[in-house]
C-alpha cells in the first residue's frame, strides 16, 4: 500500500497540471465565442480577377483620401462667433487719409452725433497742400492696391478674414517724376476718437462755426468755381489694425461739377480676431458701405451742400473671428471612417454586380469567368 501511494502521489502535479491546462483551453474557447470576426480558412477562399481589380481601385481610392485629408488636417480651422457687443467703451478711433480736388483754405470737416456732440475735425485731422493728380507710378500703385483689395475681397461684410489673413499695406509711393504745378488738392490724414454712437462725418465748402446747436458752414465765402469735391480715399478705418485692405481703401472719385455731393452709408461692426500668434484677441471695427451720388441743382443749403458725407452707425452685434489646430482626435476619427466606409462599400458592391452577373450568365460561362 504504501508503495501504490508513493507511486499515486508521482502523478498528482501531472493531473494538476492537466487540469490547468483544461481550464485555460476552456477559457480560450469561451474567449472566441465573443469573436466577431470569423476567420474563413485559405482553402476554402475564391479569388477572381474581379475582386483584384476592385482592391486594386479600392487601395488607390483609400490612398488619395488618407492624403487630402492629411492636408485638410494641416490647414487652419477658422471659427466664427457672433454675440451681443459687450463693449463698454464709449470711444473707437476713426483713421482717415483722403484728398479733395480744392485748397484746403476754402475745406471744411466737421463731426456730429446723435447726442448733439459736435467736433471740428481740424483738431484731429492735418491738412497738408497736395496735388490730386498722380504720377505714372502712382496711378500703378493704386491700379494694384485695388486688385489686392479685390483679390481679399473688401466688398463689405464678405471678406472677415483679411482682418486675419491680409498683408501689410504698403503706403502710396512718393510721385515718381515729381509732379509740377501748384498744389490744387488737400490731404486730411490722420486719427481721430468719435463716439460708439449714429454720426455724420462731412467734408464740405467753407470753414465751419461751432455754437451750442451744432456748427454753420460758411459756404457763401467759397467761389463757385473752385468747388469740386473729386477725391481720392486713400486710407478709412475704424480699427488700430494696419493689416489688409478696407471697404473704401483706394476709392477714387472724379467729377466735373461743382455741385456735386458724394454720400457713403456705413455700418460699422465690432470685430474681434485672433491668430495662432497671438495670446489674446485683437478688438477693431470692420464696416459695409454703400453709397449715393447726386447733382445739386440749387444754391448751397437749398437741397443740400455739396461734399463727401460719410454717415455710419455701429451694429449690436460683434463677430469673433478665431484661428485654430484641428484636432489629432478628430483627424483620427475621420481616417477610420474613409477606410472603414470605402472598405465596406466596395464589398457591397462587388457582392451586388456578383450577383448580378450570376443572375444575367449561364452557369458555364460564370465559371469560365470566374476562372
Not at 483609400?62 to 485629408?69: D, F, M, P, Q
Not at 489694425?241 to 478696407?246: I, K, N, T
Request: hydrophobic content about 40%.
Amino acid at each position: 500500500l504504501n508503495q501504490q501511494a508513493s507511486n499515486f502521489s508521482v502523478f498528482l502535479p501531472l493531473i494538476s497540471t492537466m487540469r490547468r491546462i483544461s481550464r485555460r483551453e476552456k477559457l480560450k474557447e469561451d474567449v472566441k465565442s465573443f469573436d466577431v470576426f470569423p476567420k474563413v480558412e485559405p482553402e476554402i477562399q475564391q479569388r477572381t480577377s474581379s475582386g483584384a481589380l476592385a482592391t486594386i481601385l479600392m487601395g488607390l481610392a483609400i490612398s488619395a483620401l488618407v492624403i487630402s485629408e492629411f492636408y485638410y488636417y494641416r490647414t487652419v480651422d477658422v471659427v466664427y462667433k457672433y454675440s451681443v457687443d459687450s463693449e463698454v467703451s464709449n470711444e473707437l478711433n476713426m483713421t482717415l487719409d483722403i484728398t479733395i480736388a480744392m485748397p484746403c483754405g476754402f475745406l471744411g470737416a466737421d463731426y456730429i452725433d446723435v447726442s448733439g456732440q459736435s467736433k471740428d475735425a481740424a483738431n484731429w485731422l492735418q491738412q497738408d497742400a497736395a496735388h490730386f493728380e498722380l504720377a505714372p507710378n502712382q496711378r500703378q500703385w493704386l491700379d494694384a492696391f485695388a486688385a489686392t483689395r479685390e483679390l481679399e475681397g473688401a466688398h463689405g461684410l464678405d471678406s472677415l478674414q483679411r482682418f486675419l489673413h491680409g498683408a501689410l499695406r504698403e503706403p502710396m509711393p512718393e510721385a515718381i517724376p515729381p509732379l509740377s504745378g501748384p498744389q490744387n488738392g488737400c490731404r486730411l490724414h490722420g486719427t481721430m476718437p468719435i463716439n460708439r454712437v449714429a454720426a455724420n462725418f462731412h467734408i464740405t465748402p467753407g470753414k465751419s462755426v461751432h455754437h451750442a446747436r451744432g456748427h454753420s458752414h460758411m459756404a457763401g465765402t467759397v467761389p463757385v468755381n473752385l468747388v469740386n469735391f473729386s477725391h481720392r480715399i486713400d486710407r478709412l478705418s475704424f480699427s488700430e489694425e494696419h493689416r489688409g485692405a478696407h471697404t473704401l481703401d483706394g476709392d477714387l472719385k472724379v467729377t466735373n461739377s461743382n455741385f456735386q455731393m458724394y454720400q457713403y452709408f456705413l455700418k460699422v461692426v465690432p470685430t474681434s480676431t485672433q491668430r495662432l500668434d497671438q495670446a489674446t484677441p485683437f478688438r477693431s471695427n470692420q464696416f459695409s458701405v454703400t453709397e449715393e451720388t447726386r447733382v445739386i441743382e440749387q444754391a448751397f443749403g437749398a437741397g443740400g451742400m455739396p461734399g463727401v458725407y460719410f454717415k455710419f452707425d455701429l451694429e449690436p452685434l460683434t463677430v469673433s473671428i478665431i484661428e485654430q489646430r484641428r484636432s489629432a482626435l478628430q483627424f483620427l476619427v475621420r481616417l477610420c471612417a474613409i477606410v472603414g466606409g470605402i472598405f465596406a462599400t466596395t464589398g457591397m458592391l462587388l457582392q451586388l454586380l456578383t450577383g448580378v452577373v450570376a443572375t444575367a450568365q449561364p452557369p458555364a460561362m460564370l465559371g469560365e469567368a470566374r476562372q
